[in-house]
C-alpha cells in the first residue's frame, strides 16, 4: 500500500488567497484526520471525519477552514482567504478500527 | 481534560548506547491506547510503537520498548543500541475510547544520537 498520500508538498501563497491542500487516505481505512503542526502548539487536531463524515470540528480555527470529504478515498482542507498565521504543517492521518493512525507526509504551507 | 506531557525537551545519547525518553499522561478512562510515533527530519510521522492500557505486558518493537505504570500514568520509550537514524522528534500519544479516534499529543522530545 502506497500510505496516506497529501498533495502538494510545499505550498507557498499570497495572503489573501485560497488554499487547498489535499489527501489521498490508506484504501479500506474508514476515519479521516486533519491535523496542524507549529512550532508554538504542536500538533493540533483539525477535523476527524468517521465515513466520510464529519465528526468533530472544535478544533477547525475559524470560519476560513473548511474541510470535505466526497468519497472514502479523498479528502481536501481548504483555507479562504488564507493569512500569514496559517502558516504550518499540515498532516492527514488514516485509520480502521483498530486506533492506530498513519500520518501522510504532510504539507508544508507558507503564507506571505 | 486529557493530557499528555514530556518532560523533556531535548535528550542526546551515544551510538549503541540506550535511552529513555519520558512520558505521563492523565485521563480518567480506564480503556485507551498507548502510541509512540517518530518525526525525523523528513516530518514525516511514524508509528514506532503502540500499548493497550488493557494489557500489563510491555509491548516491544525490535529495539523500542515501553514501560507503561498504569497507576502512576506513565508510559516511557527506551531505545536500545540507538542508531544514527533515530535522530528525531518523538511524541507520545493516547486515545481513549470516548473521545472517539483523536489522538491527544504531547508537545514532543527531540532526540539526537551522536556518533
Known amino acids: 500500500d502506497a500510505g496516506v498520500i497529501q498533495s502538494p508538498r510545499h505550498e507557498v501563497t499570497e495572503m489573501g488567497q485560497e488554499v487547498t491542500l489535499r489527501c489521498k487516505p490508506i484504501?479500506?481505512?474508514?476515519?479521516l484526520f486533519w491535523y496542524r503542526q507549529t512550532m508554538m502548539r504542536g500538533l493540533e487536531l483539525l477535523i476527524y471525519?468517521?465515513?466520510?463524515?464529519?465528526?468533530?470540528d472544535s478544533g477547525m480555527p475559524e470560519d476560513r477552514f473548511s474541510a470535505k470529504m466526497p468519497n472514502a478515498s479523498f479528502s481536501t482542507l481548504k483555507i479562504q482567504p488564507s493569512e500569514p498565521r496559517d502558516s504550518a504543517v499540515y498532516f492527514c492521518?488514516?485509520?480502521?478500527?483498530?486506533?492506530?493512525?498513519?500520518f501522510g507526509a504532510g504539507t508544508r504551507l507558507s503564507v506571505l | 481534560a486529557q493530557t499528555v506531557t514530556q518532560s523533556q525537551p531535548e535528550m542526546s545519547v551515544q551510538e549503541a548506547e540506550t535511552v529513555t525518553l519520558s512520558c505521563t499522561y492523565d485521563?480518567?478512562?480506564?480503556?485507551?491506547?498507548l502510541f509512540w510515533y517518530k518525526q525525523p527530519p523528513s516530518r514525516q510521522m511514524i508509528l514506532v510503537i503502540r500499548?493497550?492500557?488493557?494489557?500489563?505486558q510491555n509491548a516491544t518493537e525490535n529495539r523500542f520498548s515501553v514501560n507503561f505504570q498504569k497507576a502512576a500514568k506513565s508510559f516511557s520509550l527506551k531505545i536500545s543500541d540507538s542508531q544514527l537514524g533515530d535522530t528525531a522528534m518523538y511524541f507520545c500519544?493516547?486515545?481513549?475510547?470516548?473521545?472517539?479516534?483523536?489522538?491527544?499529543f504531547g508537545g514532543g522530545t527531540r532526540l539526537m544520537v551522536k556518533p
Open positions: 484504501s479500506g481505512h474508514n476515519s
Open positions: 500499548q493497550e492500557a488493557y494489557k500489563q
Open positions: 500519544a493516547f486515545i481513549t475510547n470516548n473521545a472517539g479516534n483523536m489522538l491527544t
Open positions: 471525519f468517521n465515513n466520510n463524515v464529519p465528526i468533530d
Open positions: 492521518a488514516s485509520a480502521r478500527d483498530e486506533n492506530i493512525q498513519y
Open positions: 485521563t480518567s478512562e480506564s480503556n485507551y491506547y
